[in-house]
């Protein structure tokens, strides 16, 4: 194998692997602050607030990841045409 190919799969390795890790680490964020809102009812100071920033910092996170990934495969099985008719492309 050529080095300029392992590179290139490095890179496109790579490509799906950092979208992977956003949206892994948005679901985290999104439950930390479920979690943080849930468990704060049993203390003595009374509800704290829920985490609105933390909470849709991990839903951008998320759905940037998923839309990336789900965008890739997609756009992959339309070139080799695996999708239902409705999804192909449109001919002139």
Known sequence: ?????????????LLLVIPGLAATFGFLEMKNAIFAYAASFGEDQGAAGFGWGQFMLGLLLFAAGV???????????????YVAPRFKAKRK
Not at 1 to 13: E, G, K, P, S
């Open 67 to 81: 839309g990336f990934i789900g965008g890739w495969i997609f756009f992959r099985d339309r070139k080799r045409n």
């Open 1 to 13: 194998m050529d080095v300029n190919q392992v590179f290139a799969r490095l890179i496109a390795v």
